[in-house]
Every structure is written in C-alpha cells, then in structure tokens.
C-alpha cells in the first residue's frame, strides 16, 4: 500500500479539494437569489406569518400571503407540515421582508454547517488531523444534500448541529443537557425523538437518574406542546399528515425504507394499486421503517458499548427508518461519514478506499439519472432511484460491523 501512502501525501489532493470547495459555494451563491420566492422557505415564512397574525397554520389558507408577498404557490401542500414550534422559531424572520428573511434564513444554515464541521473536528481530533478536517469540510461543502440544502432552505442543518451538539455534551458526562437539547430538537421536526431513548439510556448516573431525566424530559415536552397550543398539535396531526403521505409515497426524491417498500408493493399491481392497496403497502412499508429502528437498538444493547460507533449506526436508522428523507436530509451524515472515514483509514487497504468511494457516491446520488427508455412504470427505474437509500443501508453495515462487546 506504499503507493497509497504515497498517493495521499501528495499536496495537490489539498488544491484540487480547495478548488471543488470553492466551486461548490460558487454554485450555491449563483442559485441563492432564485429560492427567495419558492420551496420550503417560502412556507416557513408564510405559515409563520399566518402564526404571528394569530391564524392557524392548519386550517387557515395560505394562498392570499403567497400572492402579497410574491412567493411561488403550492396549491397542492394547503396547510402547513411542521410542528408548531419551528413556526415560532422561524417567526422573528416572518417579520422581515422576504429579501431580509431570506438572508437572515441563510445565516442561520451557514452558521449551523460550521457548528457541525467544528463539532466534527472536537469529537474525532485524536483521529482526523488538521489537514483531514479540511478535506470533511472540503467534502460537506461540495455535496449534493449541502447544496439542496440551502436551494430549499430547509432546516435540517440546524437539527444536525442540534443532534451532535448532544452527542458532544453526552460524551463530557452532562447527559441532562444531552436530553434536553434532544427534546428541542424532536420538538423542531419529530423524527430526532428516535436518538432520544438513547441518550436516555446512555446516560450515566443509574436507574434513578435515568428516570429523573425521563421525567424531565417529558415535563419539558408536555410544557412545550401545551405553550403552543394543544390544539395547533391536534391540527397539525389530522391536516398536514395525509399531506406528508402523498409526498412520502412519491418515489422520486424520498429515499426512505418506508416509501422503498410501499413503491416496491405497489409495483407487483403494475403501479397502478388502487387507493385502498396503496395505502396498505405504505402500512408495510412504516412498519418496516419501524421494525428497521427497533433492531438498531436492540443491535446496540447486545453489542454495543462504543457510544460513538452507536450513535452513527443510530442515525442512520433515524433517516432510513423515518417516513420521509428528502435529498437535503443526508446533510445528517456529515460526521458519520468523517467517523467511517477516519476508522477506514487506521488500516487503509483498496477494499476499504473503494468501499468508503462507493458510499460517497451512492449517498450523493440524489438526482437519480435514469434512461428515458425504462419508462416511468418500469422496476429497474424504481430500483435506480434508491441507490442513496443503499448508500445509507451500506453505512449502517459498516457500524454495525464496528459495535464492540465492551460496554
């Protein structure tokens, strides 16, 4: 492997992943300006405003502030699909102009992905050098869920910041705060509450103040929920969830084991499952996403004891066990990736090196490209589709193969 070492060594891998860097953030500032008007931050925005002018988000129609603030109209997602507690966060930039809101939206993503690449760096500096750390931050930068990230200016880099902000507190000991900034985060968007029974777990201290923290935990959340209104929560649960299910069945930019499974079904009728067999297969496909989730854990209880290899094998579970994960939710695996990389690399062999390619590859593959002549019916189109949905079942099974029997 001389010429590996070699090949590694060689400083013009720094100036050609500085260049990839610098054309990324090129291209996601030539795209910025256009998304002011659309996408998810055109929701935030216009649900958040109907939040302040004291509507509800769940029932009232959006359509006159899309028109009075020049947004581009989705007749076809009515009611807002985020608990209320995002919409209150988002809220101080509702109140600016959609220009100001737009920039102030954007600062917020950027500072998150920076937290992210810091917390990645603090938590694997006995393992990723200075000059690793610059090629992870090279590689979040130039990916593709960073970069649909920030078109559709989503929220998932701050819950990623959020998630290993937790993971850093619970490796220094301060596991009530871990939980707590759990709890934010599954208050923000829901699907963070898997990782939750983790660091409930994980926690030191015993049996006692694991159920403190339980308690405190759940008071937290009730508190929340109830602040923001129970009802708001009744709503949310009854109007924006079919909407959540219409989208999460679409096999085109949902990399989810649920939505793999009920499309997978749906193609023995020939794609053309009526209604009442759809929703059937989605069923299975839920039940696999959960069944998926529920041996993550169990894998974790019986070979686990290294909290880092856990909590990746964990989150990725969280992502391919949940009913939705859009492209610019794989910005999650920024530091899992960094982790399996920095383990590949302690014995690098050509297997391991095409390996950890093959995963990056297939994890920024959201933008399928399929022939034209397989048709939109055809199986092997269905399959294609899926491939970061394999890159991310391929990572689990990496750490999987990295639990040790320690505990």
């Keep these: 492997m001389t010429w590996l070492r070699r090949l590694a060594q060689n400083r013009l891998l720094d100036a050609g992943a500085l260049l990839i860097a610098v054309l990324a953030a090129v291209k996601i500032a030539v795209v910025l300006p256009k998304q002011v008007v659309e996408y998810d931050f055109a929701h935030y925005y216009v649900w958040s405003r109907l939040l302040i002018e004291g509507d509800n988000p769940y029932l009232a129609r959006a359509e006159p502030l899309y028109v009075r603030y020049g947004f581009v109209s989705y007749k076809d997602r009515p009611t807002a699909t985020n608990p209320p507690p995002l919409l209150w966060l988002f809220a101080p930039f509702a109140l600016l102009t959609p220009p100001r809101a737009f920039a102030g939206w954007f600062l917020v993503q950027a500072s998150s992905l920076y937290a992210i690449l810091w917390l990645t760096r603090r938590l694997l500096q006995q393992r990723l050098s200075a000059r690793g750390w610059r090629f992870v931050c090279a590689g979040a930068v130039a990916s593709q869920a960073v970069y649909l990230h920030f078109c559709f200016g989503q929220v998932q880099l701050l ?45 030191g201290g015993g049996t006692r103040a694991r159920a403190g923290r339980a308690i405190l935990v759940l008071g937290v959340a009730v508190l929340v929920i109830w602040i923001t209104d129970i009802q708001m929560w009744q709503n949310l649960i009854q109007n924006a969830l079919p909407v959540v299910t219409h989208y999460a069945m679409g096999p085109s930019y949902n990399f989810s084991l649920p939505s793999f ?31 998926l989730i529920v041996l993550t854990y169990i894998a974790c209880w019986r070979r686990g004891g290294e909290a880092e290899a856990e909590f990746c094998l964990l989150c990725v579970a969280m992502l391919a066990g949940n009913m939705v994960v859009w492209g610019h939710y794989f910005v999650f695996l920024i ?73």
């Design 335 to 407: 530091f899992p990736m960094a982790a399996a990389a920095t383990r590949l690399a302690t014995q690098p062999t050509a297997a391991s090196l095409t390996v950890l390619a093959l995963l990056l590859v297939m994890l920024n593959d959201l933008n399928a490209w399929v022939p034209a002549a397989l048709g939109r019916t055809h199986y092997l189109r269905l399959l294609i589709q899926y491939v970061p949905l394999y890159g991310l079942l391929g990572l689990g099974l990496l750490f999987f193969g990295e639990l040790r029997s320690t505990r």
């Design 159 to 203: 819950l990623a910041a959020l998630l290993l902000a937790a993971y850093a507190l619970h490796r220094r000991g301060r596991d009530t705060s871990a939980c707590l900034l759990m709890t934010a985060a599954g208050l923000l968007k829901v699907y963070p509450f898997v990782l939750l029974p983790w660091f409930l777990w994980r926690g």
């Design 261 to 291: 499974v009920a499309n997978l079904g749906c193609g023995v009728r020939g794609f053309t499952s009526s209604v009442a067999e759809a929703h059937i297969w989605w069923i299975v496909g839920e039940a696999a996403g959960v069944a």
